[in-house]
């Protein structure tokens, strides 16, 4: 059983940066596709970037395509999401997700396991 615990979140103005942290317990994610997404209120989920289990596939949204990077962290079993140049429609609850089938990559929504999100606004 994972378990995933998000960090970083917050309130940003337009323009500026967070960097999201997610912390893997239970398991080590080293051969796992993990990834983030995210959620506004009265949208669906979607896939904000993904990376495969053998760090060979890497998806971006292309709404957040040179502002937000994945990477990961296998000695420390994390996963992190640098955010720069928010703009407020990337305002939402931000999830981390994770799934042993290590070829599973965003859009795909069907991740096995998932963090409670963190909040992300992004105001001025």
């Known amino acids: 059983q994972v378990q995933l615990v998000e960090s970083g979140g917050g309130l940003v103005q337009p323009g500026g940066s967070l960097k999201l942290s997610c912390t893997a317990s239970?398991?080590?994610?080293?051969?796992?596709?993990v990834g983030w997404f995210r959620q506004a209120p009265g949208k669906e989920r979607e896939g904000v970037s993904c990376?495969?289990?053998?760090?060979?596939?890497?998806f971006v949204m292309p709404t957040v395509r040179g502002r937000f990077t994945i990477s990961r962290d296998k000695a420390k079993n994390m996963v992190y999401l640098q955010m720069n140049n928010l703009k407020p429609e990337d305002a939402a609850r931000y999830f981390c997700?994770?799934?042993?089938?290590?070829?599973?990559?965003?859009?795909?929504?069907?991740?096995?396991?998932w963090g409670q999100g963190i909040q992300v606004t992004v105001s001025s």
């Open positions: 997700a994770a799934d042993p089938y290590p070829s599973r990559l965003c859009p795909v929504t069907d991740f096995a396991s």
């Open positions: 239970g398991t080590t994610l080293d051969r796992y596709a």
């Open positions: 990376v495969s289990g053998t760090n060979s596939d890497t």
